[in-house]
């Protein structure tokens, strides 16, 4: 099965903070808090990178010899059930499911 690349959705913006990101989204008018990790992984939704491209980058931006695919996970869990990422297949079809890998 190919992994598909979660892509983050129209309508988010994002503020950086001194220990991550606070992030807006408009179609619910609420603002939620990210840290550290979560705010790489959804950096990182660009649409462009598959979950575990996602996870590798993210163990490499922390200078880790094993990505923390469960931290990573954990981190993106949140964005599925606000509706943040919809998911980009490799012939470039989106579906908006949330990314929670």
Aim: with cysteine; hydrophobic share 40%; glycine share 6%.
């Amino acid at each position: 099965m190919t992994q598909q690349q979660p892509a983050l959705v129209e309508g988010l913006e994002s503020h950086e903070v001194e220990d991550g990101l606070v992030v807006y989204h408009m179609a619910t008018e609420r603002v939620h808090y990210l840290n550290a990790v979560a705010s790489v992984v959804f950096e990182l939704c660009t649409g462009e990178h598959t979950e575990q491209e996602i996870e590798d980058l993210v163990g490499a931006a922390w200078g880790l010899a094993e990505p923390p695919r469960d931290q990573v996970r954990l981190a993106s869990r949140p964005f599925a059930p606000r509706a943040w990422c919809s998911r980009v297949s490799a012939s470039g079809r989106r579906s908006a499911d949330g990314a929670s890998w």
